[in-house]
């Protein structure tokens, strides 16, 4: 999977993300994780050196509202870059 995107509503802060992937996931206010590279768009790849991190976030999740895909979460015709 190259696309990641936090589920917000699962989100229960635990802060585990942003310790395994501080490149990729960081806390708004309320500490509820998002993916810094496209404000939690699901819409930007992940580069590849930061795969096996985003990987490990995803599995160490406890809510599993860490989400990872080959596509891009961004219906085509509305993607944001
Ligand atoms: Fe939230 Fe899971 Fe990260 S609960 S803070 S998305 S590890």
Same mark, same amino acid.
């Given at each position: 999977p190259k696309f990641t995107k936090v589920d917000q509503s699962t989100c229960?802060?635990?802060?585990a993300c942003g310790l395994t992937a501080p490149e990729i996931y960081n806390y708004n206010d309320e500490g509820i994780a998002y993916v810094i590279l496209d404000d939690n768009q699901g819409s930007v790849e992940v580069p590849e050196l930061l795969r096996p991190d985003m990987l490990l976030a995803y599995e160490g999740c406890p809510t599993g509202s860490i989400k990872v895909s080959k %596509?891009?979460?961004? %219906?085509e015709g509305h993607r944001v870059k």
């Amino acid at each position: 999977p190259k696309f990641t995107k936090v589920d917000q509503s699962t989100c229960i802060a635990c802060g585990a993300c942003g310790l395994t992937a501080p490149e990729i996931y960081n806390y708004n206010d309320e500490g509820i994780a998002y993916v810094i590279l496209d404000d939690n768009q699901g819409s930007v790849e992940v580069p590849e050196l930061l795969r096996p991190d985003m990987l490990l976030a995803y599995e160490g999740c406890p809510t599993g509202s860490i989400k990872v895909s080959k %596509e891009t979460f961004v %219906e085509e015709g509305h993607r944001v870059k």
